[in-house]
Nanobody
Framework: QVQLVESGGGLVQPGGSLSLSCAASGSISRISAMGWYRQAPGNQREFVAEVIGRDSTNNAEPVKGRFTISRDNAKNTVTLQMNSLKPEDTAVYYC???????????WGQGTQVTVSS
């Protein structure tokens, strides 16, 4: 039973910053990737950023240069540092965990990020 707990969401003014954290706990097999997706009202859930394996990172084009993802491998935690936030970043952000052996995908409950003046 794997659980993902997200924290750090909230209200921010345009140009501000937020840091999201996701901690994985429970019976976890090998982690292939940990990352973040987001979903705005009326939109499909979209990829934001991920850490593949231990070190490799991948960011979606709209957040490149503004968001930074990092992973604490010892604690199975990922952090998304979000800078220069824009109103279009407003969404519910979901932590995602991909494991192997067996191959499974897990989702967090989501944390709201609202960027507004």
């Amino acid at each position: 039973q794997v659980q993902l707990v997200e924290s750090g969401g909230g209200l921010v003014q345009p140009g501000g910053s937020l840091s999201l954290s996701c901690a994985a706990s429970g019976s976890i097999s090998r982690i292939s990737a940990m990352g973040w997706y987001r979903q705005a009202p009326g939109n499909q859930r979209e990829f934001v950023a991920e850490v593949i394996g231990r070190d490799s990172t991948n960011n979606a084009e709209p957040v490149k240069g503004r968001f930074t993802i990092s992973r604490d491998n010892a604690k199975n935690t990922v952090t998304l540092q979000m800078n220069s936030l824009k109103p279009e970043d407003t969404a519910v952000y979901y932590c995602n965990l991909l494991t192997s052996y067996p191959l499974r995908t897990y989702w967090g409950q989501g944390t709201q990020v609202t960027v507004s003046s």
